[in-house]
Each structure stands twice: as structure tokens, then as C-alpha cells.
């Protein structure tokens, strides 16, 4: 069965810092990974989709890596903002069509 | 709007008392699921669909049950809750019949069973 890592599980870091999240998935054998972004008591917002043919995306000041041998992603975040604050969540998905959550990391950017 | 909309927004009920949850998408998703999320835990499936009248267990399936009689609704239905269901419910909807696209979440339903 599929299991998810998220390192770390908190962070908090003064604005303008470029930031480094990890997710770790036992089992390599997935279609794709997702991340997501989740502030308090709402939604999931879709951030970044990686194919697993693909080795990153790219989305403004976010950029996801995979390696998927490894069974590792990293989600950088360019020139923190207060408003990123939220929690991250990765999800890799793979052949039983059920994508397995990591538990997140709660991120705070202070002023 | 492309959205995926969930009714209710909260809801508080009683053991044993059945309800609903609606879930619907107006972007013509072939796949539908049900997550609920506990602190701790995190997100886990309850059910998908991968198509109309086709349905299939998630993680944890105990105690719910779903139908997709259209391709744009997907409830859940609880028929006897329990206060190990109180939970924030979530239900989301990709383009791809095997959810190998991007998902879109819906904004959430919390519950809590007394």
C-alpha cells in the first residue's frame, strides 16, 4: 500500500524566503502527483500536476520536481509571500485509481 | 464557473438519522470520488466512479454508500451515521475516466454526528 511522507510537517519563515517542500511515496509505480494547496477549513486548490514522464512543472513561483525512481518530489516556492500561508499537500496516484494524501505541511510566511 | 459544488456547507445530525450530501460538477468529468478528512489522518477515499452507474470502494467505504445516476451528481449517502463520521467531507472530479488528470475539489462539507 501506498505511503506518503511530507517533510517537513511545519514550517514558518520570514517573507521573501525561497522554501523547499518534500514529498516522499513508497511505491514508484504511479500516473501521476499532484500538489495542492488547502487554507483553513476550505478546499483544496490544485497547484501543480506532474505526468509521471515528465521530471517538473512549473507555475509562476512554483516549481514541482519528480523523481519518481526515487520515489521523491520537492515543491519550491520562489519569494515566499504572506499569502502563501496554507497547508501543502502531495498526492501521488497510481494504477488502482485511488490517490494516496501526504498529511501536509502547514507553512506560515510572516511579514 | 467550472466548479464542483457540495451541499450542505455544515451539517449537524444524530445518530442513526440518514442524509445526503450532494456533490455535482458542470465540467463533464468522467471521474467523481468522495474523500473525508480527520486531523492526523489526512485525506482519505471513500468511494469513485470512473463512469455513470459505475462505482467502486476507496479506502475506507464502511458505513456509506453513493450512486451515479448522472454524470454530473455524485451523493453520498450515510443511512445510519455514526460519531466516527463526524469529519470534513470532500468531493472531487477529474476529466479522465481513471482520474489520471488533475482533480478539482469541492468546498467541503463538515459534518458532525451527535
Known amino acids: 500500500k501506498q505511503e506518503v511522507t511530507q517533510i517537513p510537517a511545519a514550517l514558518s519563515v520570514p517573507e521573501g524566503e525561497n522554501l523547499v517542500l518534500n514529498c516522499s511515496f513508497t511505491?514508484?509505480?504511479?500516473?501521476?502527483l499532484q500538489w495542492f494547496r488547502q487554507d483553513p477549513g476550505k478546499g483544496l486548490t490544485s497547484l501543480l500536476l506532474?505526468?509521471?514522464?515528465?521530471r517538473e512543472q512549473t507555475s509562476g513561483r512554483l516549481n514541482a520536481s519528480l523523481d519518481k525512481s526515487s520515489g521523491r518530489s520537492t515543491l519550491y516556492i520562489a519569494a515566499s509571500q504572506p499569502g502563501d500561508s496554507a497547508t501543502y499537500l502531495c498526492?501521488?496516484?497510481?494504477?488502482?485509481?485511488?490517490?494516496?494524501f501526504g498529511r501536509g505541511t502547514s507553512l506560515i510566511v510572516h511579514p | 464557473e467550472a466548479q464542483v459544488t457540495q451541499n450542505p456547507r455544515y451539517l449537524i445530525t444524530v445518530t442513526g438519522k440518514k442524509l445526503t450530501v450532494t456533490c455535482s460538477q458542470n465540467?463533464?468529468?468522467?471521474?467523481m470520488s468522495w474523500y473525508r478528512q480527520d486531523p492526523g489522518l489526512g485525506l482519505r477515499q471513500i468511494y469513485y466512479?470512473?463512469?455513470?452507474?459505475?462505482?467502486d470502494k476507496g479506502d475506507v467505504p464502511e458505513g456509506y454508500k453513493v450512486s451515479r445516476k448522472e454524470k454530473r451528481n455524485f451523493p453520498l449517502i450515510l443511512e445510519s451515521p455514526s460519531p466516527n463520521q463526524t469529519s470534513l467531507y470532500f468531493c472531487?472530479?477529474?476529466?479522465?475516466?481513471?482520474?489520471?488528470?488533475?482533480?478539482?475539489f469541492g468546498p467541503g462539507t463538515r459534518l458532525t454526528v451527535t
Open positions: 472531487a472530479s477529474s476529466p479522465d475516466r481513471g482520474g489520471k488528470d488533475e482533480q478539482y
Open positions: 511505491d514508484s509505480a504511479i500516473y501521476n
Open positions: 506532474i505526468q509521471s514522464s515528465q
Open positions: 498526492a501521488p496516484k497510481g494504477g488502482s485509481y485511488i490517490p494516496t
Open positions: 465540467m463533464n468529468h468522467e471521474y
Open positions: 466512479s470512473m463512469n455513470v452507474e459505475v462505482t
